[in-house]
């Protein structure tokens, strides 16, 4: 991966009219951008039926990119999900602690821990990999986008309460050792079984103890960095060796529990958006590091 920084812009061709296309492209081409991100978003048009893929359009994008020698990065579009997929499984729909449900038409309104969701995104992936992996205009990957962002770190549906419970067996090993841990005595909050631990949902007063808000924030981020994972090791089974692969995090007040540093260890750099002022602010954020 080259070390040179590289000036570029996203760019989201399914959202205009083909019409426009030459001119967006001839205008980046003329400002002195090198490379185009795009697709993050576009699984119905990759996928817009189970198993039926559909590259034409990106096809026609890429090959207009590279004809006018502008670099692309390809996004994994698992932010998002098509609407098929809520209809084959609801489950693949988060829950947030809180106790409300995400909707289709939101962005990261998935579980992470779905297997339906995560076979779907990991099928997707292997597609685009096969398509695109040894296509040369493409210089990197953008893993998903904004892992976690929006509070789709945390859930409580119940495919995260059995995953919390293999991973709270699998890090005390017995339940004893998980109550001396966390000092379960207390309150007389003892517990017998891992399978009687629950998600922290919001309580109406007196909150969960502190030691298992931890280790549920520490499950969720182990849960993330799984599935960025999972689409690098596909991705760099068809990658050609130019190609870097990145992700973009964001500032750690837009995140509750994600280790960033850990979710990007397997990848060649770590992206960044930079959000000086959010939503309804008239001020920068505080320098929180």
């Known amino acids: 991966m080259s070390s040179n920084l590289l000036w570029g812009v996203d760019w989201y061709p399914e959202q205009w009219d083909r019409t426009l296309w030459e001119s967006d492209v001839t205008r980046m081409a003329e400002q002195g951008f090198q490379a185009v991100r795009i697709m993050e978003f576009a699984w ?155 998600l922290p949902r919001q309580q109406v007063a007196t909150g969960h103890n502190p030691a298992l808000l931890l280790d549920y924030d520490r499950f969720s981020s182990d849960t993330a960095v799984s599935w960025a994972e999972t689409q690098v090791r596909i991705i760099r089974q068809k990658a050609l060796p130019h190609q870097f692969i990145t992700t973009n995090l964001y500032p750690a007040p837009l995140s509750q529990c994600i280790d960033m540093e850990d979710m990007v260890r397997t990848m060649d750099a770590a992206g960044w958006d930079n959000y000086p002022v959010w939503g309804n602010q008239d001020e920068p954020l505080p320098y929180f590091f």
């Open 44 to 198: 119905p048009i990759l996928e817009p039926k189970p198993g039926i893929y559909d590259f034409s359009l990106f096809d026609d994008v890429i090959q207009l990119l590279e004809a006018h020698k502008l670099g692309v990065v390809l996004g994994t579009p698992t932010a998002i999900m098509p609407a098929w997929l809520v209809d084959k499984d609801p489950t693949v729909l988060a829950i947030h602690p809180s106790r409300l449900s995400r909707d289709f038409g939101c962005r990261r309104m998935g579980c992470m821990n779905a297997p339906v969701y995560q076979e779907a995104a990991r099928q997707l992936v292997q597609a685009i990999a096969d398509h695109y992996g040894s296509t040369q205009a493409v210089i990197g990957w953008q893993i998903d986008n904004e892992i976690g962002h929006e509070g789709s770190d945390h859930c409580v549906c119940d495919h995260c309460r059995a995953a919390w419970h293999r991973w709270l067996a699998q890090r005390y090993e017995t339940i004893e050792n998980l109550n001396r841990c966390w000092g379960t005595i207390f309150w007389g909050s003892t517990y017998s079984r891992f399978d009687q631990i629950p």
